[in-house]
């Protein structure tokens, strides 16, 4: 007989991002606002030994109402799907009750580059219907040494298809400055097979 | 200030099945003994409401060792992210305590057909070094009226790249018979954005 399954997982902001959210504007105005506040956790996140050097925040897309925070959550939590988006994600759903975050209004998913292919899905299925990106392209895995999986071609055009708006490079070069010192620093690129492939976000 | 923001979320196994796992057996030798469980729990899973009919478990590659069990709770749960294969890993790693399957031992993903573009990354980053699926191909969408999103071509060729063996097509008429069935019910295929794009397992 099958013995100690478990039954149930959590992931939780890191005790640094929880004690901050009090102090958080509930607004952000525009998408370069929503995204200086991306790039900060980020940066914070794997300096503190989270995780990858990624955020992401769910805004209201028309007020701009924050409504939730998360971080790659990784090495915090021991579960590899935690990344930035999808902590983000599941804890806009916990907050509003719903897995449809479509369900009453519109939503937008911010972060600091183009999903992986993993948080690539978990944006398709979750109800946003905007996504705000800092940029996409090989700086990422050349940066920070990350392998953000295989994706087809015309990955914005499907979130398009889908009825996902994608705004790509609101402050580009700052996520790359995010990237570039974590991978100048001596931060575990964790990798669950060795040098063959990485993980991300 | 922002008010109110989540701090953590959690998915947890629904109940009947949580009452089931010390009924489950410890081992199971064969890949077609570990897909005859994945489909009987995910045949019940949509007829008890919890999600779509999807279910995985995580196994010892040599063993057998059942290590971990999941279903579809994105309906019960309340997260969109909470896909069979998601839950099984998530769980795997909170009982072994690392966020790398593959730090110890082989383990292997079973599921009742090949991942949707979200669990297709989940997969890759998990450490598992093994994937059993019933099958692959339209017949899912077809059959669920789910959508599996954008995938590339040569996905499984992708996973042999990273060191994560496929082994296809195992009970695969078993997995249309539970999909079938499904299909024709009145069951919910729960959408985030009403009837342009769908979710999965």
Redesign the interface.
């Known amino acids: 007989?099958?013995?100690?399954?478990?039954?149930?997982?959590?992931?939780?902001?890191p005790a640094w991002l929880?004690a901050l959210?009090?102090?958080?504007?509930?607004h952000l105005a525009t998408p370069e606002e929503q995204m200086a506040l991306v790039h900060r956790l980020a940066d914070r996140n794997w300096r503190e030994g989270n995780g990858g050097p990624f955020a992401a925040i769910v805004v209201d897309a028309a007020t701009g109402e924050?409504?939730?925070?998360g971080v790659n959550v990784?090495?915090a939590?021991?579960?590899?799907?935690?990344h930035a988006e999808?902590t983000a994600?599941?804890?806009?759903?916990?907050?509003l009750?719903?897995?449809?975050?479509?369900a009453h209004r519109n939503l937008a998913l911010v972060v600091n580059w183009r999903p992986?292919?993993?948080?690539?899905?978990?944006t398709?299925?979750?109800?946003v219907?905007r996504l705000v990106v800092a940029g996409d392209g090989p700086e990422l895995e050349r940066l920070t040494h990350f392998?953000e999986?295989?994706?087809?071609a015309?990955?914005a055009a499907?979130f398009e298809a889908?009825?996902?708006s994608v705004v790509q490079d609101v402050l580009r070069d700052e996520a790359l400055a995010v990237f570039r010192a974590y991978g100048e620093s001596d931060a575990t690129v964790?990798?669950?097979?060795g040098q063959?492939?990485l993980?991300?976000d």
């Open positions: 007989m099958a013995d100690g399954l478990a039954t149930s997982f959590t992931i939780t902001l929880g959210l009090p102090d958080l504007p509930s924050l409504v939730s925070v990784v090495l939590s021991g579960v590899s799907s935690g999808v994600l599941g804890l806009a759903q916990a907050r009750g719903t897995w449809d975050l479509g992986c292919v993993q948080c690539y899905g978990a398709m299925w979750s109800g219907t392998d999986g295989p994706m087809v015309d990955w499907q889908r009825g996902i964790y990798n669950a097979r063959g492939a993980e991300r």
